[in-house]
């Protein structure tokens, strides 16, 4: 199983839980300190 993020997700803050059978990925977003910013010409 692949999973592609973008650019609004914490990786460094990403969890995974398995609970009876069950899979819980928590993404975080992340905050608006540390969202790129992309210069537009």
Do not use: C, M, Y
Request: proline share 2%.
């Amino acid at each position: 199983f692949k999973l592609h993020l973008n650019d609004l997700v914490a990786e460094d803050h990403i969890s995974a839980e398995i609970k009876n059978g069950l899979l819980k990925l928590t993404l975080p977003k992340k905050s608006v300190s540390e969202a790129r910013q992309i210069e537009i010409k």
